[in-house]
């Protein structure tokens, strides 16, 4: 059994025979990640190149991936690097790549059409991996995989999408992809981010109160606020969209059922979805146990912690940034709700960059708390709505101090009784 069409350029040029196969297609193929080789020789022979004119992480590295574990031979192309930004045509750099000899390309693009225009002036097979704000199909076929691996069948499914539906290349495809299985929808979000003809034009559902589409659902497909796409301001703030459409816990609790919750990514958090994420900000110049007694005992109450390192020009700390990153990254490297990075300014701002909610704090003495409660006070009229949580360390912690390991140190002594393995390793290098 074929596909009916030589390109995949949208879901919309799909009929249900065709979707189906793909889907049955990719449950044979994630048995091969199960082996110890994840590698089979579906696309031997088969040059690919991947034409990106976008900024990717996540689609681009499956494209690739992918590409390998069925053994095709790949190119990659970056628009910012490549001719494209000295002013060659979209079709001159496509000839001159196909001169290679090249089979398919996988192409993203900021114009929607881009690709349509592409499968007809070339004779190698065209993936849409996104075009402007037209179609992602491939991410569409992702989430019905998911959906249907979840669910048995999207047949009668009830499916609401969430948010900035005005400029998702995603919605549409989830919106045709789900129409032609079966499955009824609802969108929801803003008035200003849902298309005036959205309900006539694909029979669906608009529904303005979040609560309520959610109740009504058995999955939630939340998707990215794109303020990059918006050429004017579609609504007052972030804030009031998280307080308006942004998913917390209490709304799902509220709605009494159990619904799945998927993103496509990436996420905005504390926009789209309302996770407890909490910044433990410091030098942590050396990491030391009571800086991972504090990380270990907090981590039962958020979703995610970010530890903050401090980066500030006008100190010399003993050990570089990079150096205290992978410290982290290595005891955590088991973890993923523990992720180190390095920041610069104020607190509270880096915590609205990373849609932080609280500032997590250690407390060895009483006289510590004087000064943490100083600090948390500054934070709070700075920004109302972040709060600062401390937890107090435990007794056989309360000597450990990242200056009296550095004194220690520096001194040519011994501190591995306050530092963690991965420290200790390094330090012995």
């Known amino acids: 059994m074929k596909l009916s069409t030589k390109h995949l350029l949208g879901i919309k040029d799909l009929n249900r025979d065709d979707i189906q196969l793909i889907l049955t297609t990719a449950a044979q193929f994630k048995e091969v990640l199960q082996r110890p080789v994840k590698k089979v020789p579906s696309l031997r022979d088969v040059t690919i190149v991947n034409l990106f004119y976008e900024n990717s992480t996540r689609t681009r590295m499956s494209f690739e991936l992918a590409e390998r574990r069925l053994s095709a031979d790949t190119l990659n192309f970056a628009a910012s690097s490549s001719s494209a930004a000295k002013g060659e045509t979209l079709l001159d750099t496509v000839n001159n790549i196909l001169s290679m000899k090249v089979d398919l390309v996988v192409m993203r693009h900021s114009a929607s059409g881009a690709p349509h225009f592409l499968a007809q002036h070339i004779p190698a097979a065209i993936v849409n991996a996104g075009d402007g704000i037209n179609e992602h199909p491939t991410q569409a076929l992702l989430d019905a995989f998911s959906m249907q691996e979840k669910f048995g069948t999207l047949e009668g499914l009830k499916v609401t999408i969430v948010g900035d539906i005005m400029h998702s290349r995603v919605a549409m495809s989830n919106m045709y992809l789900l129409q032609k299985m079966g499955a009824e929808i609802t969108i929801a979000g803003p008035p200003t981010l849902i298309p005036k003809y959205i309900q006539e034009a694909f029979k669906v559902r608009v529904e303005y109160n979040l609560q309520k589409a959610l109740a009504w659902c058995d999955v939630a497909n939340v998707l990215r606020i794109q303020l990059e796409r918006q050429n004017q301001p579609l609504f007052s703030s972030l804030r009031e969209y998280n307080l308006a459409y942004g998913i917390s816990r209490s709304m799902l609790e509220s709605i009494n059922k159990e619904i799945v919750i998927m993103h496509p990514g990436p996420i905005n958090r504390g ?87 609280f500032i997590l704090r250690g407390i060895r003495y009483v006289s510590d708390f004087e000064y943490e409660k100083t600090i948390a006070d500054a934070n709070r009229t700075l920004d109302k709505h972040i709060e600062t949580i401390f937890l107090t360390g435990e007794p056989k912690y309360t000597s450990v101090a990242s200056t009296i390991v550095r004194d220690i140190l520096k001194n040519g002594g011994d501190a591995s009784p306050f530092l963690p393995d991965a420290v200790i390793k390094s330090l012995k290098r």
């Not at 992978?326 to 849609?355: A, D, Q």
Request: charged letters at 25%; glycine letters at 8%.
């Open 271 to 357: 926009v789209e979805l309302d996770s407890d994420v909490a910044l433990f900000p410091g030098t942590f110049d050396p990491v030391t146990l009571g800086h991972i007694d504090i990380i270990n005992r907090a981590l039962p109450l958020f979703d995610k912690i970010y530890v903050g390192i401090g980066i500030n020009s006008s100190k010399s700390p003993m050990f570089s940034p990079e150096q205290r990153m992978e410290w982290f990254k290595e005891i955590y490297e088991n973890e993923p709700k523990v992720e180190s990075v390095g920041y610069e300014g104020l607190t509270v701002n880096y915590c609205n960059l990373i849609g932080a909610k």
